[in-house]
C-alpha cells in the first residue's frame, strides 16, 4: 500500500508515504478520528532496539508511525553516509509485525504507518554535508552539542536538532520514542522541544527507553554493529564492560577520575588480552566522561557520587570506542535514572 509521489516504494501492507503533502492528508484523518500518535523516527536497518521503541509505542498509542531517513546533514564529509545501512523492505517486514492486544478493550493495535522521505522533500533548499556550503534554515541547541558525543561530532547535533525538528511538524506527535543509547541526543531533543515550545511532542511526551541489549553479551544494539568483524564482535563488549566497572567504582565512593581510569584499566586489558589471543582487531579508545545530566558539562576530577546537595541527581556515564573503523556507543546513568527514563 505505497502512497508514493514520484518516486517507487516497495509493497508494503500499511501506508508508506514519501511526501509530507501525503502524510499530512493522513495525519487530518487522525486528528478528525481523535486518535493518539505513536512516533518512532529512524534512519532504518532496524533491529531490535527499534522495536523496543515501537511496541512502547504501540501500547500507548492509537496509532504508531515510523520515519525512515538517512539524515544527510548530521554526517561530516568524512562519515558513514554512503555505505550506512539501507534496508527499507527488511524494516517493512519488521515493523508490520509488531502488534500490542490491548486486553482492556480487547483490541489489537498493529503498525499504521511509514514516512519515507526523499532528501529533497526534506531539504528543499537542498544540503551539504559540509556547513560552509549549507544554505536555508537549520537547528541548533546552543551549549549542549559541543559536550560527550560533540567533542568528536561537532556537526552532528545540528543535523539531528534539524531533521528531528522538520519530523515534528510532519508527523505532530502525541507522543515520541527515542532510545538511552543516544542518550545525549534524546535529552537534547527534550530540551528543543521546551525551548522551542513545542506541543507535539512537549516535553513530557518524549520518551526515552532503556537501551536494548544483546542478551548473551549485553553489547548495545546498534546498526553499525553490521560494521563489525568475528573479531571485531569478540570485543564489542568490552565497552560496556569497561562502563559497568566505572560505575561501580562511583557507587563505592571513587572520584569521577577515578571512575575513568578504572574504564580505562578494563579497556587496557581487554587489549592485552586480545592481542594474547591472535585477535585481528584493534581497539582505540575515542573517549569516557561522566557529565551533568541537565547541562552535559563534565563534572570536576574530584566530584563523587555524595558531592552536592542532591546526591540522587542524574549523571552521565558514556564512552565512545572504535572498533576497527567502527564507532561504539554506550552510556549508563549514575543516580536517580527515573528522572530521565520513561
Not at 503498525?111 to 549549507?134: H, K, L, R
Not at 549542549?144 to 508527523?171: C, D, S, W
Not at 563523587?304 to 546526591?311: K, M
Amino acid at each position: 500500500m505505497s502512497t508514493s509521489s514520484g518516486s517507487q516504494l516497495p509493497p508494503s501492507p500499511i501506508p508508506l508515504f514519501n511526501t509530507v503533502k501525503d502524510f499530512r492528508q493522513w495525519r487530518r484523518k487522525a486528528y478528525a478520528d481523535q486518535k493518539s500518535v505513536g512516533f518512532v523516527p529512524t534512519m532504518g536497518a532496524l533491529h531490535e532496539g527499534h522495536l523496543s521503541l515501537v511496541r512502547r509505542s504501540l501500547a500507548e498509542n492509537d496509532l504508531t508511525v515510523l520515519s525512515v531517513f538517512v539524515n544527510p546533514a548530521q554526517f561530516a564529509p568524512h562519515e558513514d553516509l554512503a555505505t550506512y545501512p539501507r534496508t527499507l523492505p527488511r524494516d517493512i517486514e519488521l515493523f508490520t509485525s509488531e502488534s500490542f492486544h490491548d486486553l482492556a478493550t480487547n483490541t489489537v493495535r498493529t503498525a499504521s504507518a511509514i514516512f519515507v522521505p526523499t532528501v529533497d522533500e526534506m531539504y528543499p533548499t537542498g544540503i551539504s554535508q559540509n556547513i560552509a556550503d549549507q544554505k536555508g534554515t537549520f537547528v541548533e541547541v546552543k551549549g549542549y552539542g559541543h559536550q560527550m558525543e560533540g567533542v568528536t561530532r561537532p556537526t552532528f547535533f545540528r543535523g539531528v536538532a534539524t531533521v528531528v525538528t522538520k519530523l515534528f511538524n510532519v508527523i505532530e506527535p502525541t507522543n515520541a520514542y527515542f532510545g538511552q543509547k543516544d542518550i545525549q541526543q534524546a535529552l537534547l531533543l527534550r530540551r528543543m522541544s521546551k525551548d522551542l515550545l513545542l506541543s507535539h511532542p512537549d516535553p513530557e511526551h518524549l520518551h526515552i527507553i532503556p537501551t536494548a541489549r544483546d542478551p548473551v553479551t549485553d553489547l548495545a544494539l546498534s546498526s553499525r554493529n553490521a560494521y563489525l568483524s568475528d573479531d571485531g564482535r569478540n570485543v564489542a563488549p568490552t565497552l560496556r564492560e569497561a562502563l559497568k566497572a566505572a560505575a561501580t567504582a562511583w557507587e563505592s565512593g571513587s572520584s569521577k577520575i577515578g571512575c575513568v581510569h578504572r574504564a580505562v584499566e578494563v579497556i587496557e586489558a581487554r587489549k592485552s588480552k586480545a592481542k594474547a589471543e591472535g585477535l585481528n582487531v584493534s581497539m582505540d579508545l575515542d573517549y569516557i566522561q561522566l557529565n551533568d545530566s541537565d547541562t552535559f558539562e563534565v563534572l570536576d576530577d574530584n566530584t563523587t557520587r555524595t558531592s552536592g546537595n542532591d546526591p540522587h541527581r542524574p549523571v552521565i556515564l558514556s564512552g565512545a570506542l572504535y572498533v576497527d573503523k567502527t564507532r561504539l556507543i554506550d552510556n549508563v546513568i549514575l543516580g536517580d535514572v527515573s528522572r530521565i527514563i520513561g
